[in-house]
């Protein structure tokens, strides 16, 4: 991104922002996130999976949902670093993110050595959840990719944009499928962020996941739960925060 002396910003050095999203037209954190925006600048919004009826203004990639989430994920984001006329790096965006203040690029943030996250998420959650079963085959996978594991970094509990090139991630992906053609549940931010060792600054996680979740209201980037979004202070933070339509809404 080039930033002039003046500030301001060359339309032609902008990146575009893609969202895989889930079936329905009831998505109010997509709505707000689209919302948030306003505070990056950015060229073209991508939306991968479904694109809810009030959404507008976006360049639209419909991928047919079946009833496995994973299986989503992975065709919607197959084809949204695959789009036709999208710039070469793209602002990777989940709809339960918001980017609560002004910035003027997205910042390579991690949350740290991700044997410690599975630590504590082991330690912290049901023994049933699968997430610490994502992030181990993520540390198999990379390891015999040729990442050393006690380097292995967390770019996917931390829940904030994050900036990807298109052919990179693509050639990841075809790598892994044909070195492991039937090992698919692996944490894809954390797999090309050591691959390509991104590095970035550690920091904290931004989801708030429930209802009583204290809240940094300095924070640059929120990210929320839809029971925390609907019932909890951060819905009410956020949404006090963008109260205007947005560019992106009917």
Known sequence: MIVQGNGEVHMSSLMDVVYIVRPGDDNEELRYSLRSL??????????AGYKPEWVTGVEYLPV???QYKYDNIQKNLQTVFSAQGATDDVIYMNDDFFVMKPIKEVEV????KLLD???EYEKKFSPWMLYPTYMRNTVYMLRKLGVEVDDIKSYDSIHVPMVVNRGKWLALQQKSKELFPNFQLMLWRTM????YQLGGREVDDAKVA???GSINHDATFLSSLDSSFREGAIGKFVCDTFPDKGQYEV
Request: glycine share 8%; charged share 20%; net charge positive.
């Open 38 to 47: 306003k505070n990056i600048p950015h060229r073209k919004v991508f939306i």
């Open 64 to 66: 047919p949902q079946s």
């Open 109 to 112: 943030l991690h949350r740290g």
């Open 117 to 119: 996250v599975i630590d």
């Open 192 to 195: 090309y962020g050591n691959y």
């Open 210 to 212: 429930n209802s009583f």
